[in-house]
């Protein structure tokens, strides 16, 4: 079962409001999706994601940081 959460990324160190985004994670994969399509889906074992504060969380996938600000952080973190 694939959990989905709403939000916005953004390159590491930009500002602003970010892209939107949806970052669904399966049990087996982590898939980030725009408006304009899918950037794309990871192995598991290709991502780490960690609090960076502020509501905001650090994603690696595989060698690419982004910043993922979750529209409920706390649903988001709890996941």
Do not use: C, Y
Request: glycine content about 16%.
């Amino acid at each position: 079962m694939s959990q989905v959460f709403d939000g916005s990324i953004l390159l590491s160190g930009e500002t602003g409001p970010g892209l939107h985004a949806t970052f669904e994670r399966g049990s087996e994969f982590v898939r980030l999706l725009t408006g304009d399509g899918e950037l794309g889906t990871w192995e598991d074992r290709e991502v780490a994601v960690a609090p960076a504060g502020k509501g905001e969380f650090a994603l690696e996938l595989g060698g690419e940081n982004l910043t993922f600000r979750p529209s409920s952080p706390s649903a988001f973190a709890e996941a």
